[in-house]
């Protein structure tokens, strides 16, 4: 039998463990890491950004007023999982969730955050509302109807059959999507932004100044990034990812000079999309440099009269990919996958020169 002493021990000791949870790591859903940022600021993030399924990381701020979320997760289970640790870390209810740009590993999770605070305001820039109605509905079926036949497990048994290893690796990846959305799909309900940016929207919210703001087209037409002077902190949405950027259909011309707005804030830490924490310019100098060698050697390799399917060959970025790469397997694969082969098309279009239909 439990002597009041050694429950007032027992009681002291789960207190002692809140206390040490709070303020360190926790471990909240499979794969992910609940960790603090500073006083009310909290970042739930993947352990391995680049194991599937690719997933955004997701910035929790207590303002004293309401609580702000910026970005949803891929997987609304995700979602609910932070939503039950906002309810253990504070008493106020959700009031915004901001989506930095319309990519469903930044906003499947609008479903679990309208379903737990009704009222909650979701923001986005005015680009990123069209997108959403435009792309999400045929990306979710799309998802759905793949996902449907496959089972994960089988995927992953499949990979360890192949020869060829950044095959097996990208089966890995896909297996990582089918584990986590095809429970999730048939339910998924597409929740859009109502509440929406133009350029800046600046508020004193409880104790924190807040600024959510268009900085230009960079890795979509509409990102925007959260900026909270007070704490020097940038939650920059995917302008910048890593350790491997992603360019998928990005104005990368325009990219470069929204990244100079993004330096000009002078944010001591900058919270990417995607990965790890930044707390110096260091690697946004190294994205701007990468992004302006993809641009300039796109537009000299048309000037030469290489044509689209060329391109490959005719733009030398291997300095840069040994500095992003390092040898590391999935970071290759991630390279090739995320930012080459994106990035020169991407590079193309964005400074006028037309793709032709595939053959
Ligand atoms: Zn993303």
């Known amino acids: 039998m439990r002597t009041p002493t050694t429950l007032i021990s027992f009681r002291w000791l789960l207190a002692l463990l809140a206390t040490v949870a709070a303020h ?108 959403m109605r435009r792309e999400w ?97 940038l939650i920059t949405g995917d302008l910048l990812v890593a350790p491997i950027p992603y360019a998928f259909d990005s104005p990368m011309a325009d990219w470069i000079e929204t990244l100079e707005r993004l330096a000009a804030t002078g944010a001591r830490t900058l919270v990417p999309g995607h990965g790890a924490v930044q707390r110096d310019n260091q690697y946004l100098e190294r994205v701007m440099s990468l992004l302006r060698a993809t641009v300039t050697g796109v537009r000299k390799a048309r000037q030469s009269g290489i044509p689209f399917s060329e391109l490959s060959g005719a733009v030398d970025l291997s300095s840069h990919e040994q500095g992003f790469v390092g040898g590391d397997p999935e970071r290759a694969y991630a390279w090739r996958t995320y930012y080459l082969a994106p990035g020169l098309k991407s590079a193309w279009t964005s400074l006028g020169f037309p793709v032709p239909d595939p053959q």
Do not use: C
Request: overall charge negative.
């Open 137 to 233: 509905p045929a990306m979710i079926a799309q998802r759905q109807q793949a996902y449907a036949p496959l089972e994960a497990d089988q995927i992953l048994a499949a990979a360890d059959k192949l020869d060829d290893a950044e095959a097996a690796l990208g089966y890995r990846i896909y297996a990582g999507y089918v584990a986590a959305l095809k429970p999730e799909l048939p339910e998924l309900q597409l929740v859009y932004p109502d509440t929406l940016v133009e350029d800046r929207l600046e508020v004193q919210y409880g104790n924190r100044r807040i600024i959510v703001e268009w900085l230009g087209r960079g890795n979509t037409h509409g990102d925007v990034v959260v900026w909270l002077p007070d704490d020097g902190v």
């Open 24 to 131: 360190g790591d926790e471990v909240i859903y499979p794969g992910y890491r609940w960790s603090t940022l500073g006083d009310g600021l909290y970042l739930h993030s993947p352990i391995s950004p680049l194991a599937g399924p690719v997933d955004s990381n997701s910035v929790v701020i207590v303002t004293g007023d309401g609580v702000w979320v910026v970005d949803t997760h891929i997987n609304p289970a995700v979602s609910r999982a932070v939503i039950a640790q906002i309810q253990r870390v504070t008493e106020q209810p959700v009031t915004h969730v901001v989506n930095t740009h319309w990519h469903d590993d930044h906003t499947n999770g609008n479903h679990a955050y309208r379903q737990a605070f009704p009222d909650a305001k979701i923001i986005a820039h005015k680009s990123t509302l069209a997108a």
